[in-house]
């Protein structure tokens, strides 16, 4: 017997059926240290807690409170702020290049191919350079995320701006967003 694929679902008329924009590109970068220091703050939360259950504390309860609650709290803040920079995936399409930082994709950043006027390969992007991992933002130099030493993609934004990311393989994005700027270009002359 032989089968037919499904055939495609009615459209009613109105606005066109919209279908995900398969990936051009994607990379994504890693850095393993970072899980040192989420065990870290885990250490921390794990005090607080042994604290809050078993203290012996004569001093009174007020300075128990501000240590357990100082405890969770800065654990908390190590652990987030760690695994959200664990690593980091980028994906280039059609329209636009989107950055999704650690397991749960956030923070995320969508830049639209429309508003990138270059693409450089940055072969040395160090934490030191940007103030550190993570999201950053510096004045004199633009926006980044930066979850390791290495090879990044650097953007040009038509406004002036630059945005970097550390990804592997950031030569091989430069290529693709070159090539679509350039499909990008030769079809607004032709629309003009």
Known sequence: MREFP???????????ALAPQPA???????????????????????????????????????????SVIGCVAAGLLVIYGTLAFVHVAVKVDDDSLEVRCG??????????????VGADFAPRVTPRQWGGWGYRWRPEKGTAVVVRRGEGLVLRLGDGRVFTVTVDDAEAAVRVIRDRLSLLGTTKHAEA
């Open 6 to 16: 499904p055939e495609p679902p009615a459209h009613d008329g109105g606005a066109p």
């Open 24 to 66: 051009l590109w994607t990379g994504r970068a890693t850095n393993r240290v970072q899980w040192l220091l989420a065990a870290g703050g885990a250490a921390c939360v794990a005090l607080g807690v042994e604290l809050a259950v078993d203290s012996n504390w004569t001093s009174g309860t007020a300075p128990l409170l501000m």
């Open 103 to 116: 397991h749960i994709g956030l923070p995320r950043r969508r830049i639209p191919l429309d508003d990138v």
